[in-house]
């Protein structure tokens, strides 16, 4: 949807235009080429897994019946222990990715949107001992 303000001398562009001009370079900077790789590195070997236990379970069910219909104990079959730890690997799964995204995702990805939105910019003011927006009842450069 089109902005009516836009064009006219009281909208300010330069803020949307530098926050696209950091978005752009974004792309290119190694933390966030780091951080791509890291996901790959994770999603790509657990995706393929994930659909080879699922393909095994669905080629069993289809040409091994006489395995699939193996009674357990009671009325639990091999197909059904087999569909339940389907359910379990997708659990499985989502809790040791979100494990690893903590450590290995979340910090790098925290790091990259805070300068993204200029708050390390912020940061780095305040650092150099000029308070941005108050110095919280602290006196700065003491």
Known sequence: MDDPQRGSPG???TGERDTSA???AMGTDPRFVELKRRLKVFVFPMSIAFFAWYL???L?????RDTMAIVLF???NVAL????????TTFGIAFLYARYAARRLDPL??????ELSGAADDRATVEAGVAV???GGKAVNE
């Open 11 to 13: 909208h300010d562009t």
């Open 22 to 24: 950091r978005t752009v």
């Open 109 to 114: 990805a925290e790091e990259l949107r805070a």
């Open 133 to 135: 927006g108050g110095s």
């Open 60 to 64: 069993m069910s289809a040409f091994a």
């Open 56 to 58: 095994l379970y669905v």
């Open 74 to 76: 009671g009325s639990v």
């Open 81 to 88: 222990v087999f569909g339940l730890l389907q359910f379990a």
